[in-house]
């Protein structure tokens, strides 16, 4: 099985950042602008064990489903995913939350998988995915991190 692992500080406690991210309409908010659109979800309101989140995603010149299961929630700790249907041999997201100094949190995404077989593994190869991964992981990453920054650093809503 090949391994990726990419980590972020996240401004936010364990508990919080835990939350958000049980939220699968949140993962959307990791995506590059340009990608957003070549992405048509299907989830839930918060992830839970048994969860399905099915996408179709328009990637290497073709539209390719995806449907992933939540495996497990093991709250405020860890969140894991696992591909049921869609190109690769075998998928598996696991997103850790560790405490971090000031009040923040240490979230490390590791995917272990097999890429494709049949004609899309002769250009999908464990290179391609590594540096599409390096590429979409880390970015989505970073603009989760200044998402939640700038959250902080909105002002609340006036009521009246």
């Given at each position: 099985?090949?391994?990726?692992?990419?980590?972020?500080?996240?401004?936010?406690?364990?508990?919080?950042?835990?939350?958000?991210?049980?939220?699968?309409?949140?993962?959307?908010?990791?995506?590059?602008?340009?990608?957003?659109?070549?992405?048509?979800?299907?989830?839930?309101?918060?992830?839970?064990?048994?969860?399905?989140?099915?996408?179709?995603?328009?990637?290497?010149?073709?539209?390719?489903?995806?449907?992933?299961?939540?495996?497990?929630?093991?709250?405020?700790?860890?969140?894991?995913?696992?591909?049921?249907?869609?190109?690769?041999?075998?998928?598996?997201?696991?997103?850790?939350?560790?405490?971090?100094?000031?009040?923040?949190?240490?979230?490390?995404?590791?995917?272990?998988?097999?890429?494709?077989?049949?004609?899309?593994?002769?250009?999908?190869?464990?290179?391609?995915?590594?540096?599409?991964?390096?590429?979409?992981?880390?970015?989505?990453?970073?603009?989760?991190?200044?998402?939640?920054?700038?959250?902080?650093?909105d002002p609340p809503p006036f009521e009246l």
């Open positions: 099985m090949e391994v990726f692992v990419a980590s972020v500080i996240l401004p936010r406690s364990r508990e919080a950042a835990f939350d958000y991210l049980c939220r699968p309409a949140n993962f959307l908010k990791m995506l590059p602008g340009d990608a957003a659109g070549h992405v048509n979800a299907k989830l839930p309101p918060v992830m839970e064990a048994g969860s399905l989140l099915e996408f179709n995603v328009k990637a290497w010149g073709t539209s390719i489903q995806f449907v992933h299961e939540v495996t497990t929630v093991l709250v405020p700790d860890k969140i894991e995913v696992q591909q049921i249907k869609g190109p690769f041999k075998a998928w598996i997201q696991t997103l850790t939350f560790a405490d971090a100094p000031q009040g923040q949190t240490l979230l490390t995404n590791t995917i272990q998988f097999l890429p494709p077989g049949g004609m899309l593994g002769f250009i999908v190869t464990k290179k391609v995915i590594h540096s599409n991964l390096e590429q979409w992981i880390n970015h989505g990453l970073e603009l989760l991190r200044t998402a939640l920054e700038k959250e902080m650093s």
